[in-house]
């Protein structure tokens, strides 16, 4: 199975919004609501930010939110603050009952 | 809330098995709610789903690794386990445990580094 395809990096300041894409295919991204999003700070585990294409986690900001149209899933976070840079990964189920996730994306705070 | 913690030896040979042991404690490992899987993560590169098991029922596995890889469920311990045979360098990462619900990874381990090495 092939990795979701994110950029490699993103960047903003502190106080804007940026967008983190996720493509996928018909078969995983675009087939079903289960698109997660993972935020990773170095040498820690990844985090639950977003599950269910826009559900957020009990204690995740609500600065943090997703969408999906067709193949591609993103996650937006909005008002910027220093504790976001991190590493960014999107997953999906897919129809092969498998679960994928993407090569990852990592957010620099300018 | 649940809590995983992985534990196994932390350097394997090469052509060896690699075996980890996720201990679940604030719920039960019988849950119907949850699957619980493997994930890794080579060293400076992203995160790899290994595969998933469900109350000793079902398991699914990344096919890449499928030829090699067992999960199993520990009932008695509230433990489940992986087995990865014939081990190459390219398997050297940090391997996390996680619970699993509708296709995401709520609850994580901290993280268990095995380098596979002679």
């Known amino acids: 199975q092939s990795a979701l395809t994110q950029p490699a990096s993103v960047s903003g300041s502190p106080g804007q919004s940026i967008t983190i894409s996720c493509t996928g295919t018909s078969s995983d991204v675009g087939a079903y609501k289960y698109v997660s999003w993972y935020q990773q700070h170095p040498g820690k585990a990844p985090k639950l930010m977003i599950y269910d294409v826009t559900n957020r986690p009990s204690g995740v900001s609500n600065r943090f939110s997703g969408s999906k149209s067709g193949n591609t899933a993103s996650l937006t976070i909005s008002g910027l603050q220093a504790e976001d840079e991190a590493d960014y990964y999107c997953?999906?189920?897919?129809?092969?009952?498998?679960?994928?996730f993407g090569g990852g994306t990592k957010l620099t705070v300018l | 809330q649940l809590q995983l913690q992985e534990s196994g030896p932390g350097l394997v040979k090469p052509s060896e098995t690699l075996s980890l042991t996720c201990t679940v404690s604030g719920g039960s490992i019988s849950s119907t709610t949850y699957y619980w899987g493997w994930i890794r993560q080579p060293p400076g590169k992203g995160l790899e789903w290994i595969g998933s098991i469900y109350y000793s029922v079902n398991t699914y596995y990344n096919p890449s690794l499928k030829s090699r890889l067992t999960m199993s469920v520990d009932t008695s311990k509230n433990q489940f386990s992986l087995r990865l045979t014939s081990v190459i360098a390219a398997d050297t990462a940090v391997y996390y445990c996680a619970s699993v619900r509708r296709g995401h990874f709520d609850y994580w381990g901290q993280g268990a580094l095995v380098t596979v090495s002679s």
């Open positions: 997953s999906s189920y897919t129809s092969t009952n498998t679960l994928v």
